[in-house]
């Protein structure tokens, strides 16, 4: 993987191999983290972590500090990882990487610079929660039969269109990536992060062009402060896809509630609401009790699909037939999308596959 931002060398090789990569970047900042013996925690856990990929190499990207520390090098040595270090002098202060430039060096993989096939690459956290590994479990599910796609990930929030922070909208929810569970099939140009970093540097306004959400990272943490990679995910590459026509893959795991949740607010405030709710629940009573009802008739924190009674199913019904007649209600982009794919459904695991601002596939789990 050479390139004129960092030297890469392989410091460590497994004793099995795959073609397949899960990839995880360790490093260590100036001023030390606080809550270092977490990333040393989650670094133990990949043992267990890893079997959700059982056909992909662990790959590390680590600092010469990670390297000079024997405890560490002895997780990674019983993790049987490609151990890759990294140096990348122009990012440096006082021998360590400036604050979390480490964050996007899990990237690389993904990039033209990568001289050996890509086939599938899968980008993680180095100590992901709960909700973050059940994530896990669908990339690789939907990685296997990936239809093409350039790359996947799981939709996190698909109720409203996010302002400046996201591309091109015309009914498709993309939602913001999140840096550690996505998956890449295709290599991208290098030239997508290196001009990336290259306007970083620059201090100019043509940086301003990332929008509001970069401005406010940069000035709270600095230049290569917390959320420095996901603005390169979100407001670079995902824009190159849709773009170039790539086809991207957008994992769902849909409640009904879930829109209605992540919309409760505009629901308080809209007065066709009672109506609305009137009839879903065939109540009479305060928005604000009704949307607390819907959430917990659907509340369903294992994710287990619980067995629904004869009114609990028409209630399903009448919520899309209130989105049929009053489309505006949730916002008629969400309408649509919701009525297209789930019309009888409460809850469905599935992938939009997306090409050119349009589905043109939906792959159910």
Same mark, same amino acid.
């Given at each position: 993987?050479?390139?004129?931002?960092?030297?890469?060398?392989?410091?460590?090789?497994?004793?099995?191999?795959?073609?397949?990569?899960?990839?995880?970047?360790?490093?260590?900042?100036?001023?030390?983290?606080?809550?270092f013996q977490e990333y040393?925690?989650?670094?133990?856990?990949?043992?267990n972590i890893k079997t959700?990929?059982?056909?992909?190499?662990?790959?590390?990207?680590?600092?010469?500090?990670?390297?000079?520390?024997?405890?560490?090098?002895?997780?990674?040595?019983?993790?049987?990882?490609?151990?890759?270090?990294?140096?990348?002098?122009?990012?440096?202060?006082?021998?360590?990487?400036?604050?979390?430039?480490?964050?996007?060096?899990?990237?690389?993989?993904?990039?033209?610079?990568?001289?050996?096939?890509?086939?599938?690459?899968?980008?993680?956290?180095?100590?992901?929660?709960?909700?973050?590994?059940?994530?896990?479990?669908?990339?690789?599910?939907? #990685?296997?039969?990936?239809?093409?796609?350039?790359? %996947?990930?799981?939709? *996190?929030?698909? /109720? @409203?269109?996010?302002? +400046?922070?996201?591309?091109?909208?015309?009914?498709?929810?993309?939602?913001?990536?999140?840096?550690?569970?996505?998956?890449?099939?295709?290599?991208?140009?290098?030239?997508?992060?290196?001009?990336?970093?290259?306007?970083?540097?620059?201090?100019?306004?043509?940086?301003?062009?990332?929008?509001?959400?970069?401005?406010?990272?940069?000035?709270?943490?600095?230049?290569?402060?917390?959320?420095?990679?996901?603005?390169?995910?979100?407001?670079?590459?995902?824009?190159?896809?849709?773009?170039?026509g790539r086809k991207i893959?957008?994992?769902?795991?849909?409640?009904? #509630?879930?829109?209605?949740?992540?919309?409760?607010? %505009?629901?308080?405030? *809209?007065?066709? /609401? @009672?109506?609305?709710? +009137?009839?879903?629940?065939?109540?009479?009573?305060?928005?604000?009790?009704?949307?607390?009802?819907?959430?917990?008739?659907?509340?369903?924190?294992?994710?287990?699909?619980?067995?629904?009674?004869?009114?609990?199913?028409?209630?399903?019904?009448?919520?899309?037939?209130?989105?049929?007649?009053?489309?505006?209600?949730?916002?008629?982009?969400?309408?649509?999308?919701?009525?297209?794919?789930?019309?009888?459904?409460?809850?469905?695991?599935?992938?939009?596959?997306?090409?050119?601002?349009?589905?043109?596939?939906?792959?159910?789990?």
């Open positions: 993987m050479d390139n004129d931002v960092c030297k890469l060398t392989t410091i460590q090789n497994p004793n099995r191999r795959y073609a397949n990569t899960v990839n995880i970047v360790f490093f260590k900042a100036n001023p030390p983290s606080r809550n040393i925690d989650g670094l133990k856990d990949w043992k959700t990929f059982p056909n992909s190499q662990l790959q590390i990207f680590v600092d010469r500090h990670v390297t000079e520390d024997e405890e560490l090098v002895e997780i990674m040595k019983d993790l049987d990882a490609r151990v890759i270090l990294f140096e990348c002098p122009d990012y440096m202060k006082n021998k360590f990487h400036t604050g979390l430039f480490g964050t996007l060096l899990r990237f690389f993989p993904i990039f033209d610079i990568n001289t050996k096939p890509l086939n599938v690459a899968h980008i993680c956290e180095l100590e992901p929660g709960e909700i973050v590994k059940y994530r896990y479990h669908l990339l690789e599910h939907f #990685s296997k039969g990936r239809r093409e796609v350039s790359m %996947q990930y799981v939709l *996190n929030d698909y /109720s @409203k269109k996010y302002g +400046d922070e996201q591309p091109e909208f015309e009914g498709i929810p993309y939602s913001w990536i999140i840096a550690g569970a996505w998956t890449v099939f295709e290599k991208a140009p290098f030239s997508l992060l290196s001009d990336y970093l290259d306007n970083i540097e620059s201090d100019n306004k043509y940086f301003n062009r990332y929008g509001n959400k970069t401005a406010r990272v940069l000035s709270e943490h600095g230049k290569y402060s917390f959320g420095i990679d996901e603005v390169f995910l979100n407001l670079v590459y995902l824009p190159w896809l849709i773009k170039t893959g957008l994992i769902m795991n849909y409640v009904i #509630s879930e829109p209605v949740f992540h919309s409760r607010e %505009q629901i308080l405030k *809209n007065k066709r /609401s @009672k109506v609305c709710f +009137d009839f879903i629940l065939q109540k009479n009573q305060s928005v604000s009790a009704s949307v607390r009802e819907f959430l917990n008739i659907f509340y369903d924190p294992e994710m287990k699909k619980k067995e629904l009674s004869q009114n609990t199913y028409k209630i399903v019904t009448r919520f899309y037939q209130i989105l049929e007649k009053y489309p505006t209600w949730l916002g008629t982009s969400l309408s649509k999308f919701l009525l297209h794919l789930f019309r009888d459904k409460y809850r469905a695991v599935c992938m939009l596959i997306v090409q050119n601002n349009k589905i043109i596939d939906v792959v159910m789990r």
